[in-house]
């Protein structure tokens, strides 16, 4: 488990992020492969939106696509 870190939010959207499934130690992971920090965020937030299940209702891919498109806005990698 990793420690805890100054994840620059508040706590509001710290647990909004939490119920679409977003896991900060995958943020912390992304980030030591070379990821920005921004960029860490969007695709930990993609990866929790679909590590139990694939979307199943319209809302659910409504928000998966919304999430999707936010993280290809900006540049994959390095």
Not at 38 to 53: E, M, Y
């Amino acid at each position: 488990m990793t420690n805890i870190h100054n994840l620059g939010m508040t706590d509001t959207e710290y647990a909004q992020l939490l119920a679409q499934g977003y896991d900060p130690n995958v943020e912390h992971q992304l980030i030591e492969f070379g990821e920005s920090i921004d960029q860490a965020r969007k695709l930990a937030r993609v990866v929790g939106l679909t590590k139990d299940k694939p979307p199943q209702t319209e809302e659910e891919w409504q928000e998966f696509m919304a999430v999707w498109e936010d993280t290809c806005d900006g540049s994959l990698g390095n």
